[in-house]
């Protein structure tokens, strides 16, 4: 449905009048005038949080034609972890649901009731490990952010694409809200609402974008991709993630991070409240460096203030002893088979520096092209790791083995292998060390 025909409603929704065109800058199609979208076309729906409601839900979504609109709303910076404490879903035909999870073990029977069914999701992989939690995978998938960059839009965030294409304006006031609050304010969810509001009418601008430059295969492989990567394992040593880490050159301070961390994590997980809520990174770095041995010592720590603090600094001064005390004391770094960062490499091994200056150019190149941004044509790592160390028998084939094997997608392998075997075999002549420090300076 084009935006011109979007019925009105008496709470200030989008007019039904075509509204004049404009040209946005850096896009060429023009896009009606913006208009503010600010109430949901059939009002704010009620929230669903009894199982009758679920049921009522279920069965409206499942009798629903057409692709379904899905979001969630987390409480990160609020509440511990990323779980969803709202979720949104629109669908033709069955208008708009908002689901409060938190009365529910899972959401399987919205799963089902979706079994089939394409998920139009902006930026998924944000709000696909919440949704998973709860039961919800997509049989198909359709990014609106990433089918937005790979159709080279300037601006991909959701309100500047639903301005670009549909020419309405998106309130976003909103999304760093604590989602865990209950009852939610109506202004909340009349925003939560509005996220799926036009998500199918955007996939529809966005598939004939795609489909205009040849890009709509390039756009299908990727979201297929994402279900098939599933959702990333944890990550090993979490701790180690501690802003401001690098700080750390001295293996007793890592180790009293580490147990500053965990000990925080742990509290923060009974208490159900986000780590940095309790004491920030930045304190859990200070005291390592500082190894504070008595309260008073520990609270005058730079950020090490406030009630977490004070009523738990008994426990954070045991973390820093046991810290003391160990024996077996954390790697500074952990092993890794990834290069060396690109900075060092004509360094370390000029070949692979003046394979690496080669390609770089030239995949910019064929993204501008393209029309899309450079780390979309192919993942930088991968890059990296193909010309550090590329094969021995290097031929677009060869390269392209290897892209395959660390995930890059078939059309980005058809595009890239060529240039980055060329680049291999015949590499331009890398600048002499005098002229590369002369051109940093």
């Known amino acids: 449905m084009s935006p011109e025909n979007l019925e009105p409603n008496t709470a200030g929704g989008p007019a039904a009048e075509p509204a004049p065109h404009i040209t946005v800058e850096g896009f060429d199609n023009p896009i009606p005038e913006v208009i503010d979208l600010d109430a949901p076309r059939e009002g704010v729906p009620l ?36 779980r969803a404490f709202l979720v949104q879903i629109r669908r033709e035909g069955a208008g708009t649901w908002l ?22 999701l902006h930026a998924s992989t944000q709000d696909l490990p919440c949704l998973a939690e709860l ?36 309130a976003k006031e909103h999304s760093a809200a604590d989602w865990s609050t209950r009852p939610l304010p109506e202004p909340w969810l009349r925003y939560a609402a509005l996220d799926v509001e036009v998500l199918a009418e955007l996939r529809e601008e966005l598939i004939e974008l795609l489909e205009a430059d040849g890009k709509l295969e390039f756009a299908e492989q990727e979201f297929a991709g994402i279900l098939a990567n599933g959702i990333p394992a944890p990550r090993v ?60 010592q520990l609270l005058a720590t730079k950020g090490f203030h406030g009630r977490a603090a004070q009523r738990e600094a008994p426990r954070w001064l045991r973390c820093i002893s046991v810290a003391r005390g160990l024996d077996e004391l954390p790697p500074l770094h952990l092993p890794t088979n990834a290069p060396p960062p690109p900075r060092v490499w004509a360094d370390r091994d000029p070949d692979a520096a003046a394979r690496l200056a080669t390609a770089r150019p030239r995949l910019q190149a064929a993204a501008e092209e393209l029309k899309l941004p450079v780390e979309n044509l192919l993942t930088p790592d991968y890059l990296r790791r193909v010309l550090w160390r590329p094969p021995s028998d290097i031929t677009p084939e060869t390269v392209g083995a290897e892209l395959r094997e660390l995930g890059a997608r078939e059309w980005q392998i058809a595009i890239t292998a060529p240039i980055l075997a060329e680049a291999s075999l015949h590499p331009d002549r890398l600048p002499s060390k005098d002229a590369r420090e002369k051109s940093a300076g």
Request: glycine fraction near 10%; proline fraction near 6%.
């Open 99 to 120: 689901i409060d999870p938190e009365p529910f073990d899972d959401l399987k029977i919205i799963n089902e009731a979706l079994s089939g069914v394409e998920w139009i």
């Open 237 to 296: 040593d979490p701790w180690r993630k501690t802003s401001g880490l690098h700080q750390i050159r001295d293996r007793r301070q890592l180790a009293a991070v580490r147990e500053l961390w965990v000990e925080r994590d742990q509290l923060a997980r009974k208490r159900d409240v986000a780590p940095g809520r309790l004491i920030p990174d930045s304190a859990l770095v200070a005291a390592a460096k500082s190894l504070p041995s008595t309260v008073p």
């Open 47 to 82: 929230v669903i949080d009894t199982l009758a409601g679920l049921e009522r839900c279920a069965a409206a979504i499942a009798a629903g034609t057409g692709p379904a609109g899905v979001d969630a709303e987390r409480a990160s910076g609020f509440r511990y972890g990323q």
């Open 135 to 170: 039961g919800m995978w997509p049989d198909k998938l359709f990014d609106t952010e990433l089918a937005a960059r790979l159709a080279g839009l300037p601006r991909v965030g959701l309100a500047a694409v639903i301005e670009q294409l549909l020419g309405f304006g998106l």
